[in-house]
């Protein structure tokens, strides 16, 4: 059984990692919703492509200012947050678990359950203990990721949109805010520019065989993909590297901030609880 302070630091990293991420989630849920609609669409996304290539019909959205205006005109403000409830859901448990699992395993790793000490990990076991805590939030929260895909790859037009017009600083042996939103920042650039291909095949597992409304373009037939390397063979075959980085744009500019402000509001949070649980 754990000892008291160590279920109070545990409760500490629970909820201040489910407050972090709520509030970077919902910011820059209007960036998430369009990265899934250009993730999941068939159709090309660059005119470069579309001069190139015509192995589907017209693409719904081709560049990101165009489709920030198309869900804005068809749904709304609203649009923008379509299923951030359940990304919520998806999000507050696996920010939670993250930073939960992440501190256990730097603590074990360190011998010390300080933060301050937990710098002094070398990259490798810094590396390691991200990914195991990464993988552990994922599978925690994959169901709730699953539904907050599929109710934000297809817009639900409003009738009434028809009449709208078209038209500070820590402890020196802490680091600061402007060094955490720093990290935050580049990590998280760093983090989508490399994985976000096998982000765009998860996505296309997860709406496989769902119906869409022809006016968001094609759908992905049921088992269309027969595994992970055939998703990425297929799409890299009939729409090109532009394929895999379907996206690539509104997540990297989602990531940084996303990052940055997850990793500041943790802080903030954590110690605000430190200091209410003395």
Not at 82 to 110: D, E, W
């Amino acid at each position: 059984m754990e000892e008291p302070g160590q279920l109070k630091r545990t409760l500490i990293d629970l909820t201040a990692g489910a407050i972090s991420g709520a509030v970077s989630r919902t910011i820059t849920s209007p960036l998430d919703v369009i990265k899934i609609r250009f993730q999941v669409q068939l159709e090309p996304t660059t005119h470069w492509t579309l001069l190139q290539r015509n192995a589907y019909g017209p693409s719904k959205y081709t560049g990101m200012l165009q489709a920030t205006k198309d869900i804005f005109r068809e749904e709304g403000l609203p649009g923008f947050w379509r299923g951030n409830v359940p990304a919520l859901l998806m999000v507050m448990p696996y920010t939670a678990i993250q930073f939960t699992v992440l501190h256990k395993i730097k603590t074990f790793a360190s011998g010390s359950s300080k933060s301050e000490d937990h710098i002094n990990l070398s990259p490798y076991l810094s590396y390691v203990s991200g990914a195991l805590a990464g993988c552990a939030a994922t599978i925690g929260s994959y169901p709730f990721d699953l539904l907050r895909t599929v109710l934000a790859s297809q817009g639900e037009p409003k009738a009434w949109n028809r009449y709208r017009s078209t038209d500070a600083s820590q402890a020196d042996d802490a680091l600061s805010s402007f060094q955490l939103f720093l990290c935050g920042l580049a990590a998280g650039t760093c983090a989508k520019a490399v994985c976000h291909p096998l982000d765009v095949v998860k996505k296309r597992f997860q709406i496989e065989g769902l119906p869409r409304d022809p006016r968001y373009g094609a759908r992905v037939e049921h088992r269309a993909y027969r595994n992970m390397h055939d998703a990425l063979r297929r799409i890299l075959q009939r729409e090109g590297w532009a394929g895999l980085y379907k996206g690539i744009i509104p997540s990297i500019v989602k990531a940084a901030p996303a990052g940055a402000v997850t990793f500041v509001a943790y802080e903030f949070t954590s110690d605000w609880l430190e200091s209410i649980l003395g």
